[in-house]
């Protein structure tokens, strides 16, 4: 009955309504790539990307940026996609289910505008009436509602164009049952409009963490299995490093090789790579060599500081959720908290632990500690195996040897380190630093 209505409006709607106004993107302070937003752009809407396109970066190293301010301008500009983007990270606060269902709502919403039902119960209109058709609209109304491979059918009906559904961190949406609906229901609307005549649907699902996104494509239970995953390319390149250099003024002239260390050390993050700069810069240095060493060095004092960061955190859990994390760097995906032999891998890191309390290890313990370190947000798990909550905190994890004497810096030294060393030092923690090092004191 609905699509009768929908029908009927149409037709009376006939040409007049107003065409979708493209938005255009422009920051000066982005570095743009717009030929890798090209080419994504292209195999989005090539055949080969009919099951969706997933796409993993770590976090920070600029893959929402160039989602944003790229590939959407270019879907929008060049292929005359409807583009809807929701970032899950963003509003992590809401179920992410109820996220993408009323983005797909609120833009069919826009593009039906007066000639939706709603508007026709605003006037008081019980019945619709035209030549042959009788409809009441009383009746219509309590019909079910349409689903979400409907409303994208729907939208891209009215609008003429390929709707690309862009789901930025998307692994959140396996967090919540209604999350992981809306999952299946995406997968039921790609096979749906796929197979159409006309390009009517596309989906582009993102994630930070690796582990996290390969496991909607994995197995055989989650609704994208066998899906295609693609690393997104990072910054690095020799024409970014020549943008970023020119930002800080003619007087800034370290080499571009020097400027790609100076990156790797910064793990490929232009935010905390730009900040470097602005250090070395502000030290108004003439010599280029003498500035690659300003680089070199606040490259590695911010890295320092962000592991010395983390560490200190970790040193104020409980001893079990110190070792289950040691544990979970070591095992990654395959960490199985429940079986025997990581009970007993984690009695031996305990021992381990010189002068820790000893602490129960059983599968009950192992489930409360998880759970802490959820809430720490140090752990996270949607439908599936625990990960760590930032995979860059792996190797930091494994770099404590439990096996090592008590040497190196003491817990008290730890908290009187400077929070911006002035001069290069020693990575704070070594692999010899022995693993009491983490030791939470107790009185």
Not at 403 to 431: D, I, K, N, T, V
């Amino acid at each position: 009955m609905l699509q009768v209505i929908r029908h009927l409006l149409d037709r009376i709607r006939g040409a007049a309504r107003p065409e979708s106004r493209e938005i255009v993107h422009s920051d000066e302070k982005i570095f743009h790539r717009p030929a890798l937003a090209r080419e994504m752009a292209a195999d989005l809407m090539s055949r080969s990307h009919a099951s969706g396109m997933f796409l993993t970066a770590p976090r920070r190293t600029g893959k929402t940026t160039f989602i944003r301010y790229d590939l959407i301008p270019t879907l929008e500009r060049e292929r005359k996609a409807l583009v809807l983007y929701a970032d899950l990270w963003e509003r992590r606060a809401e179920d992410p289910g109820a996220v993408i269902v009323g983005l797909v709502e609120d833009a069919l919403n826009r593009e039906e505008g007066w000639t939706s039902l709603s508007l026709l119960r605003r006037l008081s209109l019980s019945r619709l009436k035209a030549p042959g058709v009788e409809v009441e609209l009383a009746k219509a109304d309590a019909s079910r509602l349409p689903s979400l491979r409907e409303n994208l059918e729907r939208l891209s009906d009215l609008t003429r164009r390929t709707v690309v559904l862009i789901v930025d961190e998307a692994q959140h949406a396996q967090t919540t049952q209604f999350g992981r609906d809306v999952l299946f229901m995406l997968k039921s609307a790609r096979d749906h409009l796929s197979i159409c005549e006309r390009l009517m649907f596309r989906l582009v699902m993102t994630g930070s963490h690796h582990a996290k996104i390969e496991r909607m494509i994995r197995y055989k239970h989650e609704a994208f299995y066998c899906a295609s995953l693609k690393v997104m390319p990072t910054l690095g390149e020799a024409d970014y490093l020549a943008w970023e250099r020119a930002v800080h003024g003619p007087a800034f002239r370290p080499s571009l090789a020097a400027m790609s260390h100076a990156f790797e050390v910064c793990f490929q993050r232009p935010e905390v790579f730009h900040i470097a700069c602005c250090r070395a810069a502000s030290q108004a240095l003439r010599d280029p060599q003498e500035q690659e060493s300003a680089l070199s060095q606040a490259a590695r004092e911010l890295i320092e500081i962000e592991k010395h960061e983390f560490l200190t955190r970790v040193m104020e859990l409980d001893a079990l959720d110190q070792i289950v994390l040691r544990q979970l760097a070591d095992t990654g995906t395959r960490f199985a908290p429940y079986m025997p032999e990581t009970e007993r891998r984690l009695v031996q890191l305990m021992a381990d632990m010189h002068g820790a309390p000893t602490r129960d290890t059983s599968p009950a313990a192992i489930r409360a500690a998880l759970g802490r370190l959820r809430e720490a947000n140090l752990v996270w798990c949607g439908d599936g195996p625990h990960v760590l909550e930032e995979s860059l905190s792996a190797a930091w994890l494994k770099e404590l040897c439990p096996h090592a004497p008590a040497s190196g810096y003491p817990a008290s030294r730890l908290s009187a380190l400077p929070a911006a060393p002035q001069e290069p030092q020693a990575a704070l923690f070594r692999p010899a630093v022995g693993f009491d090092i983490l030791k939470k004191s107790s009185t």
